[in-house]
């Protein structure tokens, strides 16, 4: 994670990785939502933590499923139902249930399609926010499967090349393939230049946006470091930023997210979609209906090698791939505890007292 995320080591309160997750149970049992999927939704959240994404983790995340639960925009207890499938495929209403609790049953559905057929794709519809997106492609790794995931997350931030307004959200896709020595390859990237989640992260810690990171209002991007604005005073680039860096293919990229998540699901496209009913696609590919599973992970083991063995450019101490970092931080996470910031223990301390839970961090 860039300096710009970090909790600095002043503000940081080491929480255990049980006391994270009975804690954050708690809370979701609170809201209503069923033990076996409040401890479902912890687990999401939790993974996105230790895997040092604390931008979809509890720090960002836990408080505003509290306010959409209490509002009424979200449903603890969503009848899910299968809309549409056939052998390889499905595709489910998620009743307005948030993707944490929805979109698992979706990606074990479609590695049970994947398990016989060699592939399986299910779209979700009318589902609210998913968490870390890497968190389904994982699943897939203990099948010894390669997973998949994209969602149409609404369309009021990013801005297409050389657009004025914005057409979609920041539209992430997800891959996750398995390896044998190494570490998994785990790839989850916003098509946006940052995960607007991550700024969130910005303005607890008071470190400044980067050149090109957003926006101003008319879709011109802001060149300069600033601080983070406040939502609905900025848009969002594609990642690239600008035409010339690439910004295209960011651009390229949302568009598949939202027809793959938003338009085959029936969902619609993301900028159509109401309030948080929101889309998202998982697909599994079963490695042996293609090749050995031992070949697959000899030969990824190959490709990992090749690139954590080479010698560093000028000024750097090693080279890593998708996942890797990410994989170290958890193991350490793990050890040590999770690094909260002090101002989302206050407030998870402040919102036991309120719901009478009777859990303290640390």
């Known amino acids: 994670m860039l300096k710009h995320f970090l909790v600095p080591e002043a503000d940081q309160v080491l929480v255990s990785e049980s006391a994270a997750r009975e804690g954050t149970q708690a809370v979701f049992e609170a809201m209503g939502v069923p033990p076996d999927d409040a401890a479902l939704c912890a687990d999401v959240l939790i993974t996105s933590d230790l895997r040092g994404c604390e931008s979809h983790g509890i720090s960002n ?7 959409q639960y209490r509002n009424g925009g979200v ?6 139902r299968v809309v549409r ?23 074990e559905m479609a590695m049970d399609k994947a398990e016989e057929f060699g592939m399986g794709a299910v ?31 609404g369309g009021h931030i990013q801005v297409p090349t ?75 680039p594609s990642f690239g930023g600008t035409r010339e860096n690439g910004s295209h293919k960011g651009y390229g990229f949302a568009m598949i997210a939202d027809i793959m998540s938003g338009i085959l699901s029936g969902n619609g ?25 031992s070949e697959f992970k000899r030969d ?24 890797l970092i990410e994989h170290e931080e958890a193991e350490k996470r793990r050890a040590e505890g999770i690094p909260y910031h002090r101002e989302v223990v206050d407030w998870f301390n402040g919102a036991s007292d309120e719901l009478n839970l009777n859990l303290r961090w640390p």
């Not at 954590?308 to 101490?317: D, F, L, Q, T, W």
């Open 85 to 107: 499938e056939s052998a390889v495929s499905a595709t489910l209403d998620a009743d307005l249930g948030i993707g944490l609790q929805v979109g698992p049953r979706a990606m």
């Open 300 to 323: 990824m083991d190959a490709l990992i090698d090749k690139i954590v063995n080479m010698e560093p450019a000028p000024g750097h101490e090693r080279v890593y791939y998708a996942g």
């Open 162 to 236: 050389f657009g004025s307004k914005p057409v979609f959200g920041t539209h992430p896709i997800a891959w996750a393939a398995p390896a044998g020595n190494h570490p998994p390859f785990v790839f989850d990237v916003a098509t946006t230049q940052v995960a607007a989640n991550k700024i969130m992260l910005t303005r607890r810690i008071g470190s400044k946006l980067e050149p090109g990171w957003i926006t101003d209002l008319n879709g011109e991007p802001i060149t300069e470091r600033v601080d983070a604005p406040g939502y609905g005073k900025f848009f969002m």
């Open 61 to 67: 995340q836990l408080r505003i499923y509290v306010n």
């Open 123 to 153: 779209g979700v519809q009318r589902c609210g926010h998913v968490g870390m997106l890497a968190y389904y492609p994982m699943m897939a790794l203990e099948r010894d499967m390669v997973g998949v995931c994209m969602v149409s997350a």
């Open 75 to 80: 449903n603890p207890t969503p009848e899910v």
């Open 269 to 293: 496209p993301g900028f159509m979609a109401p309030g948080n009913e929101l889309s998202q696609f998982v697909m599994a590919f079963k490695i042996d209906a293609f090749v050995e599973i």
